[in-house]
């Protein structure tokens, strides 16, 4: 479970004031899907990375299964990361000198990973998994950085527009597989999305507009 409550946070750049989030409350409870809206710009990637501490705030606070993030050092917050977090970037950021497969292993360092290669076929990269990414098509490269948020079965997943760069089908595809995996491993899952249709098969839809 996440509990936000009176969040503040804002970017300043020169002399100019970015307010993203204005005295924010909510709570994300465990085992369940919501899906995260609004238009570009109005905070929803900054979310996610104040979420599992990624970016910083400066006022309110942020509670993950009762550990109040900004009590935590770097350290304390990695291990945090690990042990509860599985993440999908935006912009994949998948490793160029790494296969898909050294991508997923690597990411995951220290814990346990089962069943890698079905996770490839569910998600239709088995002929790419020991491929590097600059051999992939762009489609192909989502479904790694998913294959890589979701294969040490992270109880808390959150991911940026992950079907962002598919096509209708396959994006559909993706949504069927990330909503099935959530339910059978109880995760709470947090997705970002402009998919109307998709924001719609989520358990909750948080709808953020600029300065929330
Ligand atoms: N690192 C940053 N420095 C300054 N401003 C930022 C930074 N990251 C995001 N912003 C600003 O914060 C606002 C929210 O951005 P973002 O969370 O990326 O929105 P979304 O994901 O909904 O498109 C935007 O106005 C954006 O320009
Ligand atoms: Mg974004």
């Known amino acids: 479970m996440i509990t936000i409550s009176k969040l503040n946070k804002a970017y300043f750049e020169a002399e100019k004031k970015t307010k993203v989030f204005n005295n924010f409350s909510y709570v994300f409870e465990g085992s369940r899907v919501y899906s995260v809206v609004g238009p570009s710009g109005s905070g ?3 979310l996610l990375n104040l979420l599992c501490g990624l970016d910083k705030f400066e006022n309110g606070s942020i509670k993950v299964n009762d550990s109040e993030l ?5 350290t304390s917050l990695d291990q945090l990361r690990k042990k509860y977090f599985g993440f999908g970037f935006q912009f994949h ?7 898909v497969k050294e991508n997923c292993l690597a990411a995951n360092f220290g814990k346990e990973i089962k069943a890698l290669d079905s996770l490839f076929e569910e998600l239709g990269i088995s002929a790419k998994s020991d491929n590097y990414p600059r051999n992939l098509s762009g489609g192909e490269k ?3 950085a998913i294959a890589r948020a979701v294969c040490s079965k992270p109880p808390i997943l959150l991911l940026d527009e992950p079907t962002g760069n598919l096509d209708q089908e396959n994006s ?3 949504q069927e597989f990330l909503l099935e995996h959530a339910k059978q491993n109880k995760s709470l899952l947090i997705f970002a999305t402009h998919d109307e249709a998709f924001a719609n098969k989520a358990d909750y839809t948080l709808r953020i507009t600029s300065e929330a």
């Open 93 to 99: 950021y998948l490793l160029e000198g790494l296969t």
């Open 44 to 46: 929803k990637t900054t």
């Open 172 to 174: 559909l595809q993706i």
């Open 142 to 144: 989502q479904r790694a």
């Open 70 to 74: 900004k009590n935590l050092d770097e």
